[in-house]
């Protein structure tokens, strides 16, 4: 079981950055693949971007490519979400997901933190 809990939302103006970050629990985070994931309202929940156990490996949405860094430090359980040039599209609740090496799907999941971008 992992609990993930997420922080660093807010309201930011256009162009600005934040940063979200996102605590697990357990003592196997490094076992998990962890993405981001948002829902803007009257909207499905999308991808945003995942990555590896190892932080090897990174994938994300053509819509915040070059824009959105993930990072990962294994040693305090925390995935982070760094966000540049925020567009007030970008504006949603924000989701930290975590799924085992070898899942397809993503079981745990946080509980949200908002996103609101200002134009």
């Known amino acids: 079981q992992v609990q993930l809990v997420e922080s660093g939302g807010g309201l930011v103006q256009a162009g600005g950055s934040l940063r979200l970050s996102c605590v697990a629990s357990?003592?196997?985070?490094?076992?998990?693949?962890m993405g981001w994931f948002r829902q803007a309202p009257g909207k499905d929940r999308e991808f945003v971007l995942e990555?590896?156990?190892?932080?090897?490996?990174?994938y994300y949405a053509d819509s915040v490519k070059g824009r959105f860094t993930v990072s990962r430090d294994n040693a305090k359980n925390t995935v982070y979400l760094q966000m540049n040039s925020l567009k007030p599209e970008d504006t949603a609740v924000y989701y930290c997901?975590?799924?085992?090496?070898?899942?397809?799907?993503?079981?745990?999941w946080g509980q949200g933190t908002q996103v609101t971008v200002s134009s």
């Open positions: 997901a975590a799924k085992i090496l070898g899942a397809r799907e993503y079981a745990y």
């Open positions: 357990g003592r196997t985070f490094s076992m998990y693949t």
């Open positions: 990555i590896s156990w190892s932080g090897s490996s990174t």
